[in-house]
């Protein structure tokens, strides 16, 4: 019994050293950068080696169909292709066969095959197949793939949101904001906020950053911190000016400078200039 086991270990083991991420950035920016530095000869090209890899550029290609590369739209080619990435342990394959037997697209509708490689693609780690998991115990999109089931929808968009991906960390602010489909809670609202506008994927982004200036401004689910308050409504450019000026009446002229310190420094750190005006304490 004991070697049985053991045999058993040892194959789930081997699949999951088989399955690989190539692009985990769910905004797409990675794949398309991928396709970017290639050329037409290159796409095509799905000889060793990296076949799993190209395999799955190219049927991605021929999902749609891209004039730049040549190519055009062929169902039959972009199935095989990406099943042939997908049966290799490619996460991404597997994730895009889902959404394509979710849709029936280039695909007779499969609501099991969907199911199926959607879960086998998030239990690998893949973000974008987490938050489809997410999303559809949720109730809030792919309602098909499972029954409603809000603790399984936390936890995978929990786990998509832990990994960088803003827009579940968002999703899971949102709802503990609202108290919708859980209890309301400031403080985990407020935890779930930073990751998404801090996110890993999207570091240049200044969305949220007007819901954070006011949780900081009123003390919604952390201290108040004007300081803070006045950074983010900076950062929020010109929208931000009316919260500025809110909070700087309640400031020192040396908390507003410490604030405009911080915002340029980020400003700098990520290569961006953002206009709103300096909005000075009035006296």
């Known amino acids: ?15 999951a050293a088989q399955a690989e991420i190539l692009f985990q ?23 060793p080696p990296g076949v799993d890899r190209k395999k799955y550029l190219l049927g991605v290609l021929y999902l749609n169909g891209d004039k730049e590369f040549q190519v055009n739209k062929n169902c039959e080619k972009s199935f095989k292709l990406l099943n042939d990435a997908s049966k290799s342990g490619i996460a991404d394959a597997k994730h895009a066969l ?9 695909t007779k509708k499969d609501i099991n095959q969907a199911r199926g490689l959607s879960t086998q693609a998030a239990q690998e780690g893949y973000i974008l197949a987490q938050r489809m998991l997410g999303l559809a115990y949720v109730g809030d999109k792919w309602e098909e793939l499972y029954p409603y089931n809000v603790d399984k929808g936390i936890y995978w968009l929990r786990k998509a949101g832990n990994a960088g991906d803003g827009r579940s960390a968002g999703q899971l602010s949102y709802m503990y904001d609202e108290g919708e489909k859980v209890p309301k809670d400031d403080r985990k609202s407020f935890l779930w906020l930073k990751k998404s506008v801090f996110n890993k994927y999207e570091k ?3 969305t949220g950053f007007s819901i954070l200036a006011e949780s900081y401004e009123k003390g919604i689910g952390t201290e108040v911190d004007l300081v803070k ?9 010109t929208a931000g000016i009316e919260g500025k000026q809110r909070v700087a009446k309640k400031m020192t002229q040396e908390q507003i400078d410490e604030a405009l310190r911080q915002s340029q420094a980020w400003q ?3 290569n961006i200039e953002i206009g709103g005006g300096f909005i000075r304490r009035v006296d």
């Open 1 to 15: 019994m004991k070697r049985f086991i053991f045999i058993i270990t040892l194959c789930l083991l081997t699949n």
């Open 25 to 47: 950035d769910p905004t797409g920016k990675a794949l398309n950068d991928a396709f970017d530095s290639l050329s037409e000869k290159e796409v095509k090209d799905i000889s």
């Open 98 to 106: 889902a959404t394509m037997y979710y849709h029936g697209v280039c």
């Open 204 to 206: 240049r982004s200044n």
């Open 229 to 237: 308050a006045y950074k983010y409504y900076d950062l929020y450019g």
């Open 268 to 270: 700098e750190e990520h």
